[in-house]
């Protein structure tokens, strides 16, 4: 079954540094999503990508956020200065209008801010 | 925008039996209605969605209703087994909009006991 992987798994950065989050969805997918969970806390929506650009974005994914298609396959989320406040599990996702509406997510990656 | 409550936050069960997790959602445009199934260290997985066309849909051990008039939609699972412990979202989107970014739930910690 074709699956959304996210690279890497766990990521432990300084406080202020920048970090890549590395996503590479369904090949046939147009739909691109980061999701973010706080320890405990409930799924929470990001940013959507279609089309090569942003579709929507909530009030969390700010001027430090950014996303990218760079080459077609991989999807990416940057963070330009962390703070302890981003620590948490971010999810990428990908869907496919038209014939499944159901989004497919990643396992994600476990950004641990100190 | 979307808010989604759900209920319970904990639930726990006996091998055998039946469980019930309830959402609420605030917005009536919303039209599509997804339960994710969230095991440690993974991301959630889909296991049942429903849309507003319906009022019910069922797969296997697996069912879930929905009342547009009520704004509220259940997930039922019968003859639970300890395979079924894990975390459950729901959540809820307007496809109308081009693209379905979901709004999740809080999630329920759902326990089997064999």
């Known amino acids: 079954e074709p699956e959304v992987t996210q690279t890497p798994s766990h990521q432990v950065t300084q406080m202020g540094q920048e970090v890549i989050l590395r996503c590479v969805p369904i090949?046939?997918?147009?739909?691109f999503y980061w999701y973010r969970q706080i320890l405990g806390q409930k799924v929470e929506f990001l940013v959507s990508?279609?089309?090569?650009?942003?579709?929507?974005k909530s009030e969390i994914f700010d001027d430090q956020f950014s996303v990218e298609r760079p080459d077609g396959s991989n999807f990416t989320l940057k963070i330009r200065s962390t703070k302890l406040e981003d620590s948490a599990m971010y999810f990428c996702?990908?869907?496919?209008?038209?014939?499944?509406?159901?989004?497919?997510f990643g396992s994600g990656t476990r950004l641990t801010v100190v | 925008g979307e808010n989604v409550e759900q209920h319970p936050s904990t639930l726990s069960v006996q091998e055998g039996d039946s469980a019930v997790i309830k959402c609420t959602y605030s917005?009536?445009?919303?039209?599509?209605f997804p339960w994710y199934k969230q095991e440690l260290g993974k991301g959630p997985q889909l296991i049942i969605d429903?849309?507003?066309?319906?009022g019910e849909k069922k797969d296997q051990r697996i069912a879930v209703t929905l009342n547009k008039t009520a704004k509220h939609f259940s997930l039922h699972i019968t003859e639970t087994q300890p395979e079924d412990s894990a975390v459950y979202f729901c959540?809820?989107?307007?496809?109308?909009?081009?693209?379905?970014?979901?709004?999740f739930g809080k999630g329920t910690m759902l326990l089997v006991s064999p």
């Open positions: 917005d009536s445009a919303s039209n599509y």
């Open positions: 090949s046939n997918h147009l739909y």
């Open positions: 996702a990908s869907s496919e209008r038209g014939r499944n509406y159901g989004y497919t």
């Open positions: 959540a809820a989107s307007c496809e109308n909009s081009g693209y379905s970014t979901l709004t």
């Open positions: 990508f279609y089309n090569n650009e942003i579709s929507e």
């Open positions: 429903i849309r507003s066309n319906v």
